[in-house]
């Protein structure tokens, strides 16, 4: 069975680093990995999808790569600003039309 | 600009109550999910129509139903609101057969059962 773990669950850090959240999957029989973004009380908000036969997607100050022969992405978001405080979703896209998603990290980022 | 619309944010329900989530999307997309979002334990989905008048369970389908009457709306229904089930609804749509779309969601609803 697909399980998707993220680390760490919840992290707080000053305006203008660089971050890395981690994503992490059990089965790498996947068609794609979906990074979303949900802000409190809201729903979810795509932010970058990377389909199994790539590597990495941008977009803005985000990165987010794929290597699925290890079970692993990363989402990398650059000089880091307090809008992007919010909980950030992996999902994993299995040989199916269902998504199976992580726990998410919180991030906090304070001025 | 394509949606998935959610018809509550809020809701408060009685136990015991039926109660009718609705959403509806406008992106002629096939695949319509219902998932439910708890403190640590994620989504977990708990059905999914691929057509009209087509479902199937998901990982915690115990205590819900679902109908799918016309392709653009999709509703989950307790049949006996408890207040286990107080969450966070979320819906979401997706193109068949083409899973590197992406999914579309929903603004969620926030439902407590009291």
């Known amino acids: 069975k697909q399980e998707v773990t993220q680390i760490p669950a919840a992290l707080s850090v000053p305006e203008g680093e660089n971050l890395v959240l981690n994503c992490s999957f059990t089965?790498?029989?996947?068609?794609?990995l979906q990074w979303f973004r949900q802000d409190p009380g809201k729903g979810l908000t795509s932010l970058l999808l990377i389909q199994s036969s790539q590597r990495e997607q941008t977009s803005g100050r985000l990165n987010a790569s794929l290597d699925k022969s290890s079970g692993r992405s990363t989402l990398y978001i650059a000089a880091s600003q307090p809008g992007d405080s919010a909980t950030y979703l992996c999902?994993?896209?299995?040989?199916?039309?269902?998504?199976?998603f992580g726990t998410g990290t919180r991030l906090q980022v304070f001025p | 600009d394509v949606k998935v619309t959610q018809s509550s944010r809020y809701l408060v329900k009685r136990t015991g109550e039926k109660v009718f989530l609705e959403c509806v999307q406008d992106?002629?997309?096939?695949?319509m999910f219902w998932y439910r979002q708890d403190p640590g334990l994620g989504l977990r989905l708990i059905y999914f129509?691929?057509?009209?008048?087509?479902?199937e369970k998901g990982d915690i389908p115990e205590g819900y139903s679902v109908s799918r009457e016309k392709k653009e709306r999709f509703s989950l229904i307790l049949e006996s609101a408890s207040t286990n089930q107080t969450s966070m609804y979320l819906c979401?749509?997706?193109?068949?057969?083409?899973?590197?779309?992406?999914?579309?969601f929903g603004s969620g609803t926030r439902l407590t059962v009291v």
């Open positions: 999902a994993v896209s299995p040989y199916t039309d269902k998504l199976i």
């Open positions: 992106m002629d997309h096939e695949n």
């Open positions: 129509s691929y057509d009209v008048k087509m479902k």
């Open positions: 979401a749509s997706s193109l068949s057969g083409h899973p590197n779309y992406g999914y579309t």
């Open positions: 089965d790498s029989a996947i068609y794609n």
